[in-house]
């Protein structure tokens, strides 16, 4: 069997981690465009894995979120490419990496907010007028797999629907995020409600809701059919963000859709 041990991005030297992620003409553009370029040159010259993840823990919280950002999504892009995606540009990959580095400061100080006293400590029920979805997915990286779960209740906390199911060969944990949000919009349309508030504690999904920032990653299309069922279904939505403690109910659905068999259908 022949193997192709050449770079994917550059297509000039072998792919090794240090080749891959400091030295490759592509991402040293990235790391200049996030001025980035003293710390990748630091990085380049360790000897070991060891080492680089030590030196990325002590560096500071804004420049160290920028940095493990940068190399994740500069491995998924390889990925992309690898199966036949056409690259995007240097430029609009570092904007993208502003974005999410951003996005995980906000969580962070989400959580800050959620420790205080006056945050929301449960599920609180919606006006009279709506009905309110709660969405949660739980993804497990080793086997590749997802369970998710949702809720769909009344202002008095009576349950209308509800639905749980598993999913195989998952990249990504936004992509079964979507996809329980996408169950949950289908079931509700279908109920013919009206309006709703959908609830989640996966940040990405509320910040892609509510911008364009997001079109072009990994569930591009699942994100513009979760748009599309908003806009075309209801005369009345809001998507939020809500603390894992107030979205309990939906996650310990998603933790019975992980453990339905493989190939079971979802309920």
């Known amino acids: 069997m022949k193997i192709e041990t050449k770079c994917v991005m550059c297509e000039r030297f072998d792919e090794d981690g240090a080749h891959f992620f400091f030295k490759c003409k592509g991402v040293r553009q990235i790391w200049a465009i996030l001025q980035l370029e003293q710390i990748r040159e630091t990085l380049a010259e360790m000897l070991s894995i060891r080492e680089v993840v030590e030196a990325i823990v002590k560096m500071k919280p804004d420049i160290q979120r920028r940095v ?26 570092a904007q993208v990496i502003v974005s999410y580095a951003a996005e995980w400061s906000n969580i962070k100080q989400m959580g800050d907010v959620g420790n205080q006293q006056n945050n929301p400590k449960s599920w609180a029920p919606p006006p009279e007028s709506c009905m309110k979805i709660n969405c949660d997915g739980a993804f497990f990286s080793n086997t590749r797999s997802e369970g998710w779960g949702f809720l769909i209740r009344e202002w008095d906390g009576g349950v209308i629907s509800s639905g749980y199911g598993r999913l195989e060969n998952v990249n990504e944990a936004v992509h079964t995020e979507l996809v329980v949000c ?31 920032d997001y079109d072009r990653c990994s569930a591009g299309g699942l994100l513009w059919e979760f748009k ?13 963000y809500i603390p894992r403690l107030c979205n309990k109910a939906a996650d310990g659905l998603a933790a019975l859709g992980a453990s339905l068999s493989q190939g079971a259908t979802p309920i």
């Open 182 to 212: 996408l169950q949950a919009l289908q079931r509700a349309a279908d109920l013919g409600i009206q309006r709703i508030i959908v609830e989640t504690d996966a940040y990405m999904i509320v910040q892609a809701a509510r911008s364009v």
């Open 68 to 93: 493990i950002t940068l190399l994740y999504l500069w491995w998924s892009e390889r990925c992309g490419v690898r199966e036949g995606e056409q690259a995007r540009s240097s430029e609009r990959l």
């Open 228 to 240: 599309d069922l908003l806009r075309s279904n209801f005369l009345m939505y809001s998507v939020n």
